[in-house]
């Protein structure tokens, strides 16, 4: 199975960059990043030290309902290209993460949620998506529990 990592889609990420209200009603916060620990969940790099990133509340999921959850994020302040890869993203950087899988519904599928090593990331990945009721795999921080990145099938 080929996986997709898929990041925030760009006609979002733009709208944030802009000024658009995040998933709390409010403008993303502004601030120059020190380079440790602020992963863009567009361009799926770490934002550089000394350049402009947004931090804000951002929902992964179309629409509000009881399983979308909403958390903090860090953006590029300034237009990155998007990171889509169909390899492990650089910002998947610490020892382990929290993959989880949802359905077409984009609610949890109930059992698909572990926290794994970062190397495991891609064969847990392809486990889930084995599961024909796991539409698509969400990676996040198996500290805080911010939404790191999507995983899609090819």
Known sequence: MTLRFTPIPTDIVRAYQAGAPDANGQTPERAVSDGVGVPCRHCLQNVPAGEGMLVL??????????????????????????????????ILNAPDYIVRGYGPDDR??????????????????????????????HVRSARNNCFQVRIDRV
Request: charged letters at 15%; one cysteine or more.
């Open 108 to 137: 949890i599928v109930y059992g698909t949620g572990a926290v794994v090593p970062t190397a495991a990331i891609p064969a847990e990945a392809e486990a889930r998506l084995a599961d024909p009721r796991v539409a698509y795999v």
């Open 57 to 90: 509340a951002h929902r992964p999921f179309p629409a509000p309902q009881p399983y979308a959850e909403l958390g903090p994020i860090f953006l590029c302040a300034e237009p990155c290209a998007s990171g889509e890869t169909e390899s492990l993203p650089a």
